[in-house]
């Protein structure tokens, strides 16, 4: 999946009589949530499950020893 991209202008390629911009550039919109490949997706997904089992496993032995 590619980013979609955006013109932009640095403030100092605009010239301040014109206003019109001497060098556009092209980038991509910034995304809240980053693009993974499957290897990394799969990183995050056993990060965050052990973190999740780690937490659960200190629940129930704190139930078990009241």
């Given at each position: 999946m590619s980013l979609p991209m955006v013109m932009m202008c640095l403030s100092e390629n605009i010239d301040q009589t014109t206003?019109?911009?001497?060098?556009?550039?092209?980038?991509h919109i910034p995304s809240l949530i980053p693009e993974f490949d499957t290897a990394s997706g799969v990183a995050v997904g056993v990060a965050v499950l052990s973190v999740w089992a780690i937490a659960y496993?200190?629940?129930?032995?704190?139930?078990?020893?009241?």
């Open positions: 206003g019109a911009c001497s060098q556009i550039m092209w980038v496993g200190f629940k129930k032995m704190k139930r078990v020893g009241d």
